[in-house]
C-alpha cells in the first residue's frame, strides 16, 4: 500500500472503524479516554488450533501492544516463557511482533494486514515450538539484560 507523504495519518477513531469490521469471534473494543483504544479478540493460527484470547492496545502516540491473555502461554508450558517476547505479565504474555529498528511497522498501515495477521503467524510458531523445542519464526529480538 503507498501512502502520500502529506496524507493525514490514520486516528483512533479510524483504527476503531477498521477493527470493528474484521469482526473476529469474541471482540470486543473499549475506547478510554480519548487516547488508547483496546481491541480484545480470539483468533487460531490453523485450522487445528485452539482459539487464543489477545489484546490489541493502541494509543494516540507511541507504538502498540499485542498480548495473549488466555491461556497463560507462559504457564501452560510449565512455567518456560516462548521465544521472541517481551514481557510476562501474568496472565498475559506482550508479543515480539516487529523490529522497530527496521522499521517494519508504520502509523499509517492497517492493523488487519499487520498486527492481526502477524499475532496469528507468532502463535502458528508458538504452536510449532511447543510441540519441537525449536523457534522457527525468525525475527530480530533485542538481548535481555546481562547477567552480572
Not at 500500500?1 to 473494543?29: D, F, I, S, V, Y
Not at 492496545?57 to 507511541?62: A, F, H, K, L, T
Request: hydrophobic share 35%; with cysteine.
Amino acid at each position: 500500500m503507498t501512502t502520500r507523504r502529506n496524507a493525514p495519518m490514520p486516528t483512533l477513531e479510524h483504527h476503531a472503524r477498521e477493527l470493528q469490521a474484521l469482526a473476529l469471534p469474541g471482540a470486543q473494543l473499549t475506547r478510554i479516554r480519548g487516547v488508547e483504544l483496546r481491541y480484545c479478540f480470539e483468533i487460531a493460527p490453523s485450522p487445528f488450533s485452539q482459539l487464543y484470547k489477545c489484546l490489541l492496545v493502541i494509543r494516540r502516540n507511541g507504538f502498540p501492544d499485542m498480548y495473549v491473555i488466555s491461556p497463560d502461554i507462559v504457564a501452560s508450558n510449565a512455567g518456560k516463557p516462548p521465544p521472541h517476547i517481551y514481557k510476562y505479565d501474568r496472565p498475559k504474555t506482550k508479543l515480539c511482533l516487529w523490529w522497530p529498528k527496521a522499521r517494519e511497522w508504520r502509523r499509517d498501515m492497517k492493523f488487519a494486514e499487520t498486527y492481526i495477521p502477524w499475532a496469528a503467524e507468532w502463535l502458528f510458531h508458538y504452536e510449532y515450538w511447543l510441540a519441537t523445542g525449536v523457534w522457527e519464526g525468525g525475527g530480530v529480538h533485542p538481548p535481555g539484560p546481562k547477567e552480572p
